[in-house]
């Protein structure tokens, strides 16, 4: 296993540190405590004829999603850094999963939390923002792609600019993201497997992805590492359309996406994802939500090209539970509204 210099590449430029050191001090030492509370997630076998396929449950993460990971670690190394003290305010646009963790974890450490929001969001995860923020910023108007995501990244820099001591995590471009993927939900899957031959993995801010294929291709060089993405998202390309399903695709290109290693993409209707949910939830007994279905459908599409291996050892990403979509992606009704 690499040592984590290699991921030193990722890591920003060093700022000049403002340095409050008493204060640092107790907050590094705050998050620390912090860290122990991130375990390894499990891995469960699915039967699915041809191959060995297994689902990676993240939404066993302490406050529900993959995105514990990068919202703890980006918190760590910027206080670290001295980029944050315990009178900053932490600023961020999420759809809703990066958004929860972040409440969850600046509150336990004591800093002010801002999460800028848009109506995509679960009712779930905006009672949970509304119940540990003091302050939700609620954007309402689509962007030029008929997203929300540049509104609210708009809005995001308005806060940023008028707020004292105010700090963005900028999940779409912070590197220590896909640090936080190479060492921890890279580093578990290494440890876990001693060979894989395809990884699934829906991608949104990229993170997730460019620190996962990063090492897992030092693990595993032949490793096949597929994106997901929702049809409509920009992300690899497809034209933009008005995308229901949270979770999975993006506005915008982002930066991250550079640093990831991608053997092939796969698009997903959003309608394909609904089914590919139900089905993890009626034959696999797994209550999971949108990019966790995309990830699946993808699988399926892959199965012919799959099958022609010797059952190839596969994984699929499974970034969040189904509880925060039992009102749309689960409900029969919200889906007639999907084309
Ligand atoms: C449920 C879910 N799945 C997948 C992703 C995509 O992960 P990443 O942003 O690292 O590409 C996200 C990101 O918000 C998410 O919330």
């Known amino acids: 296993m690499r040592s984590v210099a290699t991921t030193q590449a990722f890591v920003r430029p060093f700022p000049a540190p403002r340095w409050k050191p008493q204060r640092v001090t107790v907050l590094r030492r705050r998050l620390e405590l912090l860290g122990k509370i991130l375990r390894p997630t499990p891995h469960v076998p699915l039967a699915v004829e041809g191959m060995q396929l297994f689902a990676k449950l993240e939404y066993t993460n302490p406050v529900g999603s993959i995105k514990d990971r990068p919202a703890y670690w ?6 670290e850094r001295g980029e944050i003290s315990d009178e900053t305010t932490v600023i961020e646009s999420s759809s809703g999963n990066f958004a929860c963790a972040l409440a969850a974890y600046t509150h336990l450490v004591g800093l002010n939390f801002i999460p800028v929001i848009d109506p995509n969001i679960s009712s779930t995860y905006e009672s949970f923002l509304r ?22 990244l708009e809005m995001v820099k308005h ?10 995590t900028d999940q779409y471009g912070n590197p220590d993201a896909v ?4 060492l921890l939900t890279g580093g578990e899957i290494c440890a876990e497997f001693d060979s894989l031959d395809y990884v699934f993995i829906g991608v949104s801010t990229g993170g997730t992805i460019a620190g996962v294929s990063r090492r897992l291709k030092e ?3 032949n490793v096949q590492i597929i994106a997901v993405d929702s049809q409509g998202s920009v992300i690899f ?6 995308r229901h399903i949270p979770g999975i695709g993006s506005s915008i290109v982002p930066p991250l996406l550079s640093l990831a290693l991608i053997d092939d993409v796969v698009l997903i209707p959003e309608r394909e994802t609904v ?3 139900r089905e993890l939830l009626m034959t696999h007994g797994l209550l999971v939500g949108g990019s966790s279905g995309s990830a699946y459908a993808a699988v399926k599409r892959y199965a012919a090209r799959l099958r022609k291996a ?3 050892k596969v994984l699929l990403i499974c970034a969040d539970g189904g509880t925060p979509y039992l009102d749309t992606v689960f409900d029969p009704e919200w889906v007639t509204k999907l084309k």
């Open 237 to 242: 390309g497809d034209a933009p359309r008005k």
């Open 310 to 312: 010797e059952r190839p």
């Open 179 to 182: 640090e936080a993927h190479y």
């Open 74 to 79: 980006i918190l760590k190394r910027a206080a």
């Open 275 to 277: 089914d590919a949910c």
């Open 159 to 168: 806060l940023c600019s008028t707020i004292p001591d105010a700090f963005w």
């Open 131 to 152: 119940r540990l923020c003091p302050r939700v910023v609620k954007v309402e108007e689509r962007d030029d792609t008929g997203g929300f995501l540049k509104t609210r």
């Open 219 to 221: 693990q595993y060089p």
